[in-house]
C-alpha cells in the first residue's frame, strides 16, 4: 500500500535544497545580528541611580559608577548588595534582549540549543 504525502511533505530533493537553503539564510542573519548585539552597550540602575553600570552585548562590564552618598564606611554590605544587584540586572537585559532579537530572526522556532 502507497501512502501519499500532502504536497509539500517529505517531497523530493527540491524540497530538502529550499529548506537548506532557508536554514542557512536563517543562519547568516542569526551570526550578523548577534554581531550587531555584541557591539550594543546598556546602560542599567540599581539602588535607585545611585549605582549605574555600562555593559556590553558580550557581557563585559565596561563602566561601573557608584554616587558617593552611598558610600557609608560603616555600611559596606549595602554597597557590595547594590553593585551585585547593578551587575545582575545588567546581565540580565543583555541575554533578554539578545533572545528577543534572536527569536525575532527564528520566527518563534523553539529549537533546543538555538538560544
Do not use: C, H, W
Not at 37 to 62: C, H, N, P, S
Request: aromatic letters at 2%; glycine letters at 10%.
Amino acid at each position: 500500500m502507497k501512502v501519499r504525502l500532502p504536497k509539500g511533505m517529505g517531497g523530493g530533493p527540491s524540497d530538502m535544497n529550499s529548506m537548506i537553503r532557508q536554514a542557512q539564510k536563517m543562519q547568516e542573519q542569526m551570526a550578523e545580528k548577534q554581531a550587531e548585539l555584541d557591539e550594543r552597550e546598556y546602560d542599567v540602575q540599581a539602588g535607585g541611580g545611585v549605582v549605574a553600570v555600562k555593559i556590553k552585548g558580550t557581557k563585559e562590564i565596561l563602566d561601573i559608577t557608584i554616587q558617593p552618598e552611598i558610600i557609608d564606611p560603616d555600611d559596606v554590605e549595602t554597597l557590595q548588595d547594590i553593585l551585585v544587584a547593578a551587575v545582575n540586572e545588567a546581565i540580565k537585559k543583555v541575554e533578554s534582549t539578545n533572545e528577543q532579537e534572536m527569536s525575532k530572526i527564528a520566527g518563534g522556532m523553539n529549537v533546543p540549543g538555538m538560544f
